[in-house]
């Protein structure tokens, strides 16, 4: 079942309306509306607080919906370790300019 459908399903289940979802969530009621029509897709912060709103697991709420799903695969473009490997760079190149700096006023 997609976020869209889970969504709704869930805030019919409790009889409240898309306004009284949105209060609870601090957002709007389009927001609301966008989200259980599959026009736009909640974040991930607002998912977490579905999920505690609706007392379901994450798992339960997000795992058959494929479109949310390849979002968040695309969130993360890079991998911990092409980070560390991209930082450490950075900051080597920082110290060589540091270092030929300090030559040039010897």
Do not use: Y
């Amino acid at each position: 079942m997609k976020i869209s459908e889970q969504i709704k399903k869930q805030r019919e289940m409790k009889h409240w309306s898309q306004q009284e979802l949105a209060d609870k969530l601090h957002i709007s009621r389009q927001s609301i509306s966008k989200w259980e029509q599959d026009v736009a897709l909640p974040s991930f912060a607002n998912i977490v607080a579905i999920s505690d709103l609706f007392a379901i697991s994450l798992d339960e709420l997000i795992r058959e919906d494929e479109k949310l799903m390849n979002k968040f695969k695309t969130i993360q473009k890079f991998t911990p370790v092409e980070k560390i490997v991209g930082v450490s760079f950075v900051i080597t190149v920082l110290i060589f300019a540091i270092l030929g700096q300090v030559q040039n006023l010897v």
